[in-house]
Each structure stands twice: as structure tokens, then as C-alpha cells.
């Protein structure tokens, strides 16, 4: 009887990081499709070559836009390929006027990163 036991307690401690990892993960919250008018900026949450999610700060869920052919990407005024948006990087999407489910403009303005500060020389004494 003291080996079942064992065994079963052996078995349950070997089993519970088994079931630890199928715990469900929070949901994310989906992006929604724009209805705005006006331009939405904040960083880019999901990007592929058809749609870009934008996460506004203080936004509960992302607004996502279809790209396509006529979509004008710029990375610092300088014109780019939708596939030179990295996730992350803050934007700024303008709808087009007659659809605005569709990005007429995604427009990131990059600041150069200071350069890393040298190290201090160390006091002799």
C-alpha cells in the first residue's frame, strides 16, 4: 500500500508542471476595424503586407487599417516598403477619406538613440 502511494504521489509532483503549462493565456484584446476620421497615432502592435494594427496610448484596443498599393509608407520623410515597419515603432495612420478602413498615409518619425556614454576612468589613489 506505501508503494501505490508513493507512486501516485511521484506521478501527481511529475504531473503538475504538465498541467501548470496548458493553464489558458490571457486573451488579447483584438483589433478593431478604424471608423475615425482623423489620423490615429501610437505604436504599431501588428504588421503584415495587408493590414497594420495601431495601439493608441490610453487605448483599450488597436485600431487596424488594410494596406494595399496606394498605402504612402515614410520612416523619417523618407519614402518606404510596408515591410521596413517594424512592430513597435510609433506611427501615425491616416485613413483615406473615402474608406476608412483603409490607411492613405502610415508616416513613423524615428529619433536617433543618444550614444552610448563612454565609461568613467577610474580614480587612481
Given at each position: 500500500?506505501?508503494?501505490?502511494?508513493?507512486?501516485?504521489?511521484?506521478?501527481?509532483?511529475?504531473?503538475?508542471?504538465?498541467?501548470?503549462?496548458?493553464?489558458?493565456?490571457?486573451?488579447?484584446?483584438?483589433?478593431?476595424?478604424?471608423?475615425?476620421?482623423?489620423?490615429?497615432?501610437?505604436?504599431?502592435?501588428?504588421?503584415?503586407?495587408?493590414?497594420i494594427?495601431?495601439?493608441?496610448?490610453?487605448?483599450?484596443?488597436?485600431?487596424?487599417?488594410?494596406?494595399d498599393?496606394?498605402?504612402?509608407?515614410?520612416?523619417n520623410?523618407?519614402?518606404?516598403?510596408?515591410t521596413?515597419?517594424?512592430?513597435?515603432?510609433?506611427a501615425?495612420?491616416?485613413?483615406?477619406?473615402?474608406?476608412?478602413e483603409s490607411?492613405?498615409?502610415?508616416e513613423?518619425?524615428?529619433?536617433?538613440?543618444?550614444?552610448p556614454?563612454?565609461?568613467?576612468?577610474?580614480a587612481?589613489?
Amino acid at each position: 500500500m506505501k508503494k501505490i502511494a508513493l507512486a501516485l504521489t511521484v506521478l501527481t509532483a511529475l504531473a503538475l508542471p504538465l498541467v501548470a503549462q496548458d493553464a489558458p493565456k490571457p486573451a488579447k484584446k483584438p483589433s478593431v476595424p478604424n471608423t475615425s476620421a482623423s489620423p490615429t497615432e501610437g505604436r504599431i502592435g501588428y504588421i503584415s503586407d495587408k493590414k497594420i494594427a495601431i495601439r493608441a496610448k490610453g487605448a483599450d484596443v488597436s485600431a487596424s487599417f488594410k494596406l494595399d498599393a496606394e498605402t504612402k509608407v515614410t520612416v523619417n520623410g523618407e519614402s518606404k516598403a510596408v515591410t521596413d515597419l517594424k512592430k513597435g515603432w510609433t506611427a501615425k495612420v491616416t485613413p483615406k477619406t473615402t474608406d476608412l478602413e483603409s490607411a492613405a498615409s502610415v508616416e513613423v518619425t524615428k529619433t536617433e538613440s543618444a550614444a552610448p556614454k563612454e565609461a568613467k576612468p577610474e580614480a587612481n589613489e
